[in-house]
């Protein structure tokens, strides 16, 4: 059963809408937008009726906050209002409001009105959903394409998609780059970054495969593999659209080589001019590389791992993001072992 909330702090106008919506709707009514963030604490709802003349906090304002809040941003909100005028309509829309209702409200325009939106909500749900089901299919594609060309890294792009979701969410938690990744949509982040190693797909397989030590020449051409990524990003751009997950995938995909000194490649970037993407993806790939068997090594053990990036901590890597991977490390080494 879908759940309502009624924010309004006229009585008659909570015990109405209660009365009408719940024999179809699980129904809370709350007499003030102060107690309706108190609830969403706790409770997430399909769809909220908000009143627009309210004390302590009015409609446009609660509405302006549920809209800066990552977790709220996308509920539906229909306007319960007395004023029916076109300034204050454009107004709601202005803001985000999905529909309006004029009070005193008819029951069965307010049962009808709902029923309506939360059957459109569900189809575009059921549509996005679809569309995400699509994209990330042809996501694992593309990766696994990747991976089995390159038979020296095995599972390298699964083991660095769990450092990436790691590292976020110790970022989130401590606060570190939250005016920036706050905004960010970490399940469209974490799939994009799989496509971080597509330029190898432009690296010819004697090279990318190679038994042994490269030469420095087959190195400068490895290292072509990042600004391919971008190439190849920037194709699908063209053809597809500028897709948030596509611009992730760009700066995962042309950055997470440069180092935080100006010292790395393709561009030689240095400090905060590197995308945020990059400079977390430098940590998730280089602890990966470390701790992996490879033709020219053998493995680092986890400690010696970590005493290599935190040591590179200001030169090769981000300050602030090596600090958060020293808080995290367990977790890193308990990552790496799903092999």
Known sequence: ??????????????????????????????????????????????????????????????????????????????????????????????????????????????????????????????????????????????????????????????????????????MLRSGVYNDEIEQWDFEVVVSSSRLHDIGKIAISDLILNKPGKLTDEEFEIIKTHAAEGVRIIDSIIDEAGDELFLRYARLFAGYHHERWDGKGYPYGLKGEEIPLHGRIMAVADVYDALVSDRPYKRAFTHEEAEKIILESKGTQFDPQIADVFSRVSRQFEEASLCR
Request: hydrophobic share 40%; proline share 5%; net charge negative.
């Open 1 to 170: 059963m879908k759940t309502i909330f009624v924010v309004d702090d006229n009585n008659v106008n909570l015990v109405t809408a209660d009365e009408v919506l719940s024999p179809h709707y699980r129904v809370f009514p709350l007499p003030s937008a102060v107690q309706m963030f108190e609830l969403l604490k706790d409770v997430h709802p399909d769809m909220i009726l908000l009143d627009i003349m309210m004390p302590e906090m009015d409609g446009f304002e609660a509405l302006r906050l549920l809209k800066s809040i990552p977790a709220f941003k996308k509920i539906p909100v229909i306007f319960l209002s007395g004023q029916s005028d076109p300034v204050t309509e454009s107004h709601g829309f202005e803001e985000g409001a999905l529909d309006f209702i004029s009070k005193p409200f008819s029951s069965s325009v307010l049962l009808n009105r709902i029923k309506t939106h939360l059957g459109i909500e569900d189809l575009i749900r059921k549509r996005t959903d679809n569309l995400i089901q699509l994209k990330n299919s042809i996501v694992n594609v593309l990766s696994n394409m990747v991976e089995n060309r390159d038979q020296t890294t095995g599972k390298h792009i699964e083991r660095t998609t769990r450092y990436i979701r790691i590292l976020l969410d110790e």
